[in-house]
């Protein structure tokens, strides 16, 4: 675990599969790790029923989805699923296959690049949720988040954009104090 100090606060980064491939911040005031935030929001029905019940306009629009237990019911199912892709601890799990660039019209590598990962769907409708982190060398990746994008533009919502501000805030520190890769974040 790295505590990282920042103008009377406190981050810390949690090596989640003991291996130094997958990290997850941790803010501020926060008792466990981003990404057990999320995946623990994500499969809490009560939460899922009050995001999609202030979202149900762009659930519709973008999902052409009226009915909010099967948004719940797909929510919870595909988070299930994507946790066990992300925390694969095989030791030849790739997580380079899970993650790709933010931005979609990337086409090459970038120091302390933005990624996201999405869930996989089979059926109806492509997966809304995403896990948000910085590459910090191939196949080694720092959780900032993760959020339910319902829209096409991470921008055109609060959430999806308090998730963008996250991953900037991040990785600004880590260039800041010269934390460029995997070996300056386990120092």
């Known amino acids: 675990?790295?505590?990282?100090?920042?103008?009377?606060?406190l981050m810390r980064f949690e090596d989640i599969l003991?291996?130094?491939?997958?990290?997850?911040?941790?803010?501020?005031?926060?008792?466990?790790?981003?990404?057990?935030?999320?995946?623990?929001d994500w499969l809490d029905a009560g939460f899922l029923e009050e995001f999609f019940s202030r979202n149900i306009q762009d659930l519709e629009a973008y999902f052409h989805i009226t009915d909010l237990d099967q948004a719940i019911?797909?929510?919870?199912?595909?988070?299930?699923?994507?946790s066990c892709?992300?925390?694969?601890?095989?030791?030849?799990?790739?997580?380079?296959?899970?993650?790709?660039?933010?931005?979609?019209?990337?086409?090459?590598e970038m120091l302390l690049s933005?990624?996201?990962?999405?869930g996989k769907r089979m059926t109806s409708h492509s997966s809304w949720l995403r896990i948000y982190a910085i590459k910090l060398d191939k196949g080694t990746y720092l959780i900032t988040g993760?959020?339910?994008?319902?829209?096409h533009y991470m921008a055109e919502r609060e959430h999806t954009l308090n998730e963008l501000k996250k991953m900037e805030v991040v990785r600004n520190y880590l260039l800041n104090n010269g934390i460029i890769d995997a070996d300056g974040i386990k120092e």
Not at 85 to 100: G, K, M
Not at 114 to 118: D, S, T
Request: with cysteine; hydrophobic share 40%; aromatic share 8%.
């Open 1 to 9: 675990m790295l505590y990282i100090c920042k103008k009377d606060s």
């Open 18 to 40: 003991h291996n130094g491939r997958l990290w997850a911040v941790v803010y501020d005031g926060d008792s466990q790790d981003i990404l057990t935030k999320t995946f623990a």
């Open 73 to 82: 019911y797909d929510t919870i199912a595909d988070a299930a699923s994507l």
């Open 85 to 108: 892709l992300i925390l694969d601890i095989r030791p030849d799990a790739n997580l380079d296959l899970l993650f790709r660039p933010l931005e979609n019209q990337r086409t090459r």
């Open 114 to 118: 933005r990624e996201k990962a999405k």
């Open 146 to 151: 993760g959020a339910i994008k319902l829209t």
